[in-house]
């Protein structure tokens, strides 16, 4: 049941890390919502008011997504940690390419009104990244591009879509760059998973299984700030109402190098871990956020702290791992 004047919603990508958080608090917001993915969310039940598996390579699938819809969170995209990106160039800029022409050509054929774009970090040019100790990065440093992956310049071109979009047709855009989102129920394992999963992932195998090494790609003094996926949602929901239309930076501007990221969730797993610093993609040598048009045009800026995100995100992973090996045992007992 849609009550009058409730606003609708579809999120695509909603099978998928944020994009499972983000339905929950839409709904918890009081919004009606859609979810559309190519899968189910793998942790836990949709809280949409209806889940619609598409796939949103195609546009008549878009369209149907995209029906009787006032607000749209693009999300929906083929990615994963560097390990993907660094290694899947060809089918990440052929896949996400079409979804985001697809989904906002769709959502303006249906006069969709708002429409929020996820951009990322990883559009910004590779020659402003070389040093751990790095400039934190101005949205105006996009250009001259120069991303490392293709991944990054699939962002930058739909970024580029949808100024047009909203100049031509009158579709609100809003855009949105992340600087990496963790937190529970993201991929952890299988190739996809990001730095802190990984990292937590490892660490919890140390603490169960008695193993002593975790493996860390590089020398592990690569930098990075992350932000807790609760402080993302939150963010992109301000956001879409807001006034503002150029793309965004959204994380914590916290830096921390990869051995740093290690020694905070071995701390709070309470284990002592050996580095083992391997052959691995590293990404960019640093990264960081400028917050300062973020504060200026939200008034506003994630919150939680990356030991309180952790904590979190590590006690998620950690039952993770556990069932798995209790899964391995039973089968190998049977
Ligand atoms: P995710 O991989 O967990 O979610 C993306 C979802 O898109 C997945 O569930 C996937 O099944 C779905 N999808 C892929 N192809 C599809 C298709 N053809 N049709 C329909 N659905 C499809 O990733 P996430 O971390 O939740 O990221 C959400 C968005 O934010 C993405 O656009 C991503 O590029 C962007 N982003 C994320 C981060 C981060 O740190 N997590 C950083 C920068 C940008």
Request: aromatic share 8%.
């Amino acid at each position: 049941m849609i009550a009058k004047n409730q606003t609708k919603v579809l999120v695509t990508g909603a099978g998928g890390f944020i994009g499972s958080h983000l339905v929950t608090y839409l709904k918890n917001k009081g919004y009606w919502v859609r979810g559309v993915d190519i899968k189910e969310p793998e942790f836990s039940k949709t809280d949409a008011d209806e889940f619609e598996l598409l796939d949103l390579r195609r546009w008549d699938n878009c369209l149907q997504a995209t029906r009787n819809i006032q607000e749209v969170y693009a999300l929906a995209a083929d990615m994963g940690g560097m390990g993907f990106i660094s290694n899947h160039n060809a089918q990440i800029l052929y896949n996400n390419s079409l979804i985001n022409l697809h989904t906002l050509d769709a959502a303006k054929t249906n006069g969709v009104e708002r429409y929020l774009y996820t951009s990322s970090a990883c559009i910004y040019p590779e020659y402003l990244q070389e040093e751990a100790d790095v400039k934190p990065l101005k949205e105006e440093d996009a250009y001259p591009a120069q991303p490392q992956d293709a991944y990054g310049w699939e962002k930058l071109i739909s970024e580029i879509l949808c100024m047009h979009y909203r100049n031509d047709y009158g579709i609100e855009t809003r855009t949105v760059r992340f600087h990496n989102i963790f937190g529970e129920k993201g991929s952890w394992e299988g190739g996809r998973e990001k730095a802190p999963a990984a990292m937590c992932r490892k660490i919890a195998e140390v603490k169960l299984t008695g193993k002593k090494e975790i493996e860390i790609w590089g020398d592990g003094e690569q930098t990075r700030s992350f932000c807790y996926v609760d402080d993302c949602v939150e963010g992109i929901h301000r956001l879409i109402h807001s006034d503002f239309s150029e793309p965004l930076n959204l994380g914590q501007d916290r830096i921390v190098t990869i051995n740093q990221l290690a020694d905070i969730i071995a701390e709070i797993a309470n284990v002592k871990v050996t580095k083992k610093h391997i052959d691995g993609p590293m990404g960019v040598r640093g990264r960081n956020s400028d917050n300062t048009k973020l504060r200026e045009v939200l008034g506003w800026e994630p919150k939680i702290s990356l030991e309180d995100g952790l904590k979190k995100t590590y006690d998620w992973i950690e039952n993770q791992v556990k069932e798995k090996i209790q899964n391995k045992t039973e089968t190998a007992a049977a």
